[in-house]
């Protein structure tokens, strides 16, 4: 079973960017498919991006699409989260996700790291 563990949250400008990591322990990480989702206060837990395990294909939620890049380094156990051009509307707390590559449930999540974006 894998554990999760989120960083890189923080504060940013409008503009900015910030890289989430995520560590993955007790697991053996290239059996998991990876995702980002994220959570504003008073909204529903939204997707933002996933990774499967081998790196070679990524999805995006549309709000993120071309400003943000999900990636995985297995050899770390680690996840990435690059985002770029940040918005006041992606401040939200991020949440690193696991699932095993057979299954459609996220099953293993990330304490979440809080990321605020100020105009």
């Known amino acids: 079973q894998v554990q999760l563990e989120e960083s890189g949250g923080g504060l940013v400008q409008a503009g900015g960017s910030l890289r989430l990591s995520c560590a993955a322990s007790?697991?053996?990480?290239?059996?998991?498919?990876m995702g980002w989702f994220r959570q504003a206060p008073g909204k529903e837990r939204e997707f933002v991006a996933a990774?499967?395990?081998?790196?070679?294909?990524?999805y995006y939620g549309d709000s993120v699409k071309g400003r943000f890049t999900i990636s995985r380094v297995n050899a770390k156990n680690t996840v990435y989260l690059q985002m770029n051009s940040l918005k006041p509307e992606d401040t939200a707390v991020y949440y690193c996700?696991?699932?095993?590559?057979?299954?459609?449930?996220?099953?293993?999540w990330g304490q979440g790291t809080q990321v605020t974006v100020s105009s």
């Open positions: 007790g697991g053996t990480f290239s059996r998991y498919a």
């Open positions: 990774i499967v395990w081998s790196g070679r294909t990524t």
């Open positions: 996700a696991g699932r095993l590559s057979d299954s459609s449930d996220y099953n293993y």
